[in-house]
């Protein structure tokens, strides 16, 4: 596999805490411009630019991407952000309270990822491509990374652990108590064992940022379509990812709320549900299953455990086995009629980062009906699923801690 090394436009070290922002989509507009309002230096200028528009403004349109790009080229203007001036890779780590994360950050080849060696577990959306995809071209940058894995190798491991020389670059623990270490890996010797300890690797498979990746490759083949001198040099056939071996990453739980019973009594719903499932009051509250095929449910101010009947699904199915796939399969389709988890809007999704009070809390604020509490999807299978070219049910993972945006951009 390609993992390229490339010239970061990056942060000044004086001000890294103060630019690092979450991801685009994990804040909203008003958050994000009360984040500005207290701190000028965040990256949301960048990548949340209708902070300075009124609200309604569409966040896709031109006016307000090139409102991006003009506070990205003033924050290398003013030296906020500086590119470095040779290629390098950086080495990436994530401590949180319990959890350790090292990835490298590269570029990954569009080619790759079009001839499936970049593997995908999700479906896109063809408005959100063209959305990020415009954003890229307009920008003329990717502005936040790809979240990649790949199956663990500790000769690898072993390799970027020892290029982690010295004082870091970068060191700092963030608003979420995640702290945040970087090292630059410039050394032409250790660039060149990184990139060919990479080329042995048979295959990338996508964590998280399925749309940024589908988006970065629409945007490749337009700038191709503009140039007339196309080598496949060019950095536009190259996006910005951090690449993890797989068994550093941890998937948290991502569970569900479903707005009402479809028509039916509770006392209807339970005996559907005792159809595939076996249905007990829980002994501990919120309840959190323990393994495979449990779940929690939360429903009129009690909490249920539901155990899936032997027999009821194939184990050697890797998809429809899969604890997303039962509950869509078994309950939220043919009791609650939701067909279409990602459009629908009587369901919603809550990362198990907020804890399962978050569950309770938005049924009884929202007076939403009914929460299911999940047992977390795991790497491997994930990796089982891409591997066999199939498609995870929407939301079927979360991964904790969420990479920076505004550590590292690829400038096009």
Request: charged share 30%.
């Amino acid at each position: 596999m390609i993992a390229r090394a490339f010239k970061a436009l990056r942060p000044d070290r004086k001000l890294v805490a103060s630019v690092a922002a979450e991801p685009y989509d994990v804040v909203d507009t008003r958050e994000a411009r009360e984040i500005f309002r207290k701190n000028p230096y965040t990256f949301y200028s960048v990548t949340k630019p209708e902070i300075f528009f009124p609200d309604g403004t569409d966040s896709s349109s031109e006016e307000v991407i090139m409102k991006g790009a003009e506070n990205l080229r003033k924050m290398i203007e003013e030296q906020i952000m500086i590119q470095d001036k040779d290629p390098c890779y950086y080495i990436y780590k994530q401590t949180a309270a319990d959890h350790t994360q090292i990835g490298l950050v590269a570029t990954v080849s569009a080619n790759e990822y079009i001839d499936g060696k970049i593997k995908k577990h999700e479906l896109t959306r063809k408005d959100k491509e063209e959305e990020r995809a415009r954003h890229v071209h307009l920008m003329k940058a990717q502005t936040g990374p790809v979240f990649l894995m790949y199956k663990a190798e500790s000769e690898l491991e072993d390799l970027l652990s020892r290029v982690m020389k010295g004082e870091p670059e970068y060191d700092f623990v963030d608003k979420q108590g995640v702290r945040q270490t970087i090292y630059v890996v410039s050394d032409r010797k250790d660039v060149k064992a990184i990139e060919r300890a990479f080329s042995n690797i048979e295959a990338f498979y996508i964590a998280d940022g399925h749309h940024r990746a589908a988006a970065s490759v629409r945007a490749a083949q337009t700038f191709k379509s503009e140039n007339p001198n196309h080598t496949g040099e060019e950095e536009y056939n190259f996006f910005l990812a951090v690449i993890f071996p797989h068994n550093h990453l941890r998937i948290y739980d991502y569970n569900r709320v479903v707005k009402d019973l479809a028509g039916l009594s509770e006392e209807d719903f339970l005996q559907k549900l005792r159809e595939n499932f076996t249905v007990e009051i829980a002994s501990t509250t919120p309840y959190k299953p323990v393994k495979k095929h449990e779940f929690g449910m939360y429903l009129d101010k009690k909490w249920y455990k539901l155990t899936l009947k032997e027999g009821v699904v194939d184990e050697k199915d890797i998809l429809n086995s899969l604890d997303v796939s039962v509950l869509q399969n078994f309950v939220l389709g043919p009791i609650l009629g939701i067909e279409n988890p990602r459009t629908d809007k009587r369901i919603d999704f809550i990362g198990g980062i907020h804890g399962l009070g978050a569950l309770e809390e938005y049924v009884e604020t929202k007076k939403w009906k009914v929460a299911f509490s999940m047992f977390p999807t795991s790497v491997e299978e994930l990796l089982t699923v891409a591997d066999e070219g199939k498609t995870m049910p929407p939301k079927s993972t979360w991964f904790e801690p969420k990479l920076k945006s505004g550590l590292f951009v690829h400038l096009i």
